[in-house]
């Protein structure tokens, strides 16, 4: 499990962030934005969707002013998504659950503006207090109470999506947001053009709610075998038995490549881009495929595409209809009853399969054209 999924680190932030924010909250003294800002701090999020997401953001900034330079302040095990984003002058790594070392890194990096981009980290605000920044950014989410230690605080919004929550925190009225997120992608030629690539394990708190069953994901696989297609599962080291055990009957099928932990970001977005489609759970790898425009099918459950769903014309969304579903906000809540991943059960292999056929379908129209 990483960092960010972990219970403790989640009841920690909560009940000691809380008294010290608001402690913090009354020394603080709300501060004018520079009128020159030569350097911009970003101090990103814990997770792979949102900094893709953040891309929008910083585009949007760098056609408003190109001189200005923009820090990226990224978690260690990020740093290869963030290098495959081209709208940054300097990356750092930061250690934000080691918080003296991150604050130490913090500091000897001051800018003109800090924009803290969690949502509900509230590490990340303490950090950003004691930060030499002059003038310090970040979001007003509801029950999580940051917002006392900045000097700018948008409301966070759980109707929009949240590639357009991070564009409210720009600092100038007159920056114009019309960027959508774009990366540097890299394709590579021994991949072969028939091949779908599937993700199947979600990340985050309680993933596991959000996973879909290994008797759906088998008929998927059937199909497209019986379409001649290669598959190749991506996911982290700590994926790998799992998708060995969901492929436990196709061991020696040579059409059928289990990546999960081999790969490199590099080599996994050229991957994705080669594919002729993607299936994923909505994790990182939906976002990732989502800006390098592949023909994606997201599955969501207990997450709302309103807010977390791929943005590219080429995706289609399958969503489950249990009653009580999306329910993630902030991707923690799971306000439903809801204990048994019924959410997820509900989506069936066949809506699934409907849609692969449809793309195959297009491609098939496209090659005889």
Known sequence: MNKRGKRILKLIDRYVGI?????????????????????????????????????????????????????????????????????????????????FIALKTLRLNPVDVLIDASQWLRLNAILAFFSKSKYKIGFRTKHQYKHFVFDFAPDHSDQIHELYNFKKLIFSPTIETKYLPKLKFHSEKNIKDNCAVIHTMPSGYLSDRKKWQDKNWIEVIDYLLANDMEIHFTGSVADRRSIKSLLIDYHDNPKIFNVAGKYSLKETTALLLKSKLVISVNTGIMHLASVAGCNLIALHGPTDPKRWGPLNSNATVVQSDYPEAPCLNLGFEYNCNDKTCECMKRISSESVITEIKKILKKAHVKNEV
């Open 19 to 99: 008294p010290i924010l608001f402690l913090l909250g009354l020394l603080k003294r709300k501060k004018e934005l520079p009128e020159i800002i030569t350097t911009l701090g970003i101090l990103t999020v814990p997770a792979i969707g949102d900094i893709i997401l953040l891309n929008g953001l910083l585009r949007d900034i760098k056609d408003f002013n190109k001189e200005i330079k923009i820090i990226l302040f990224v978690a260690k095990e990020l740093k290869d998504i963030a290098e495959i984003m081209n709208t940054y002058d300097n990356l750092v790594e930061i250690e934000v659950y080691k918080p």
